[in-house]
């Protein structure tokens, strides 16, 4: 038998200051993540608008979506200028694609931060 599982062997470079920064990471785009999906749960009706999320969650959630906000008015010209028919864009009015591609957007930053942070534990 094996005397450790490859799982449980420690893994090169994996210091304790790196774990750290590793989970700071990733505990930081869970928030982001939890507040784009918090926005996304508002838009189709599933959280109550009222209270604390409308006064945190929509500001906070536009904020985050800014970088990609431009991406989902200039795919609304290709339909027409319209938008994506069926689909909302303000609170209660459905599911906002700006919305998705911002969640899509944040989670591709965190893997690509979450892989630097690796490369320099390898220095």
Known sequence: MFSRASWARPSAGGGGLTRLVRRLVVLAFAVVQATLVGRILLDLGVIPAEGLALQYLVPWSDALAAPVRGLGQGLGGLFGGGG????GTGLGGGLNPVMVAALAGWTI???????VVTKFATV
Do not use: D, S
């Not at 994506?84 to 689909?87: A, R």
């Open 84 to 87: 994506i028919p069926g689909l």
């Open 109 to 115: 930053v965190e893997g690509l931060v979450l892989r």
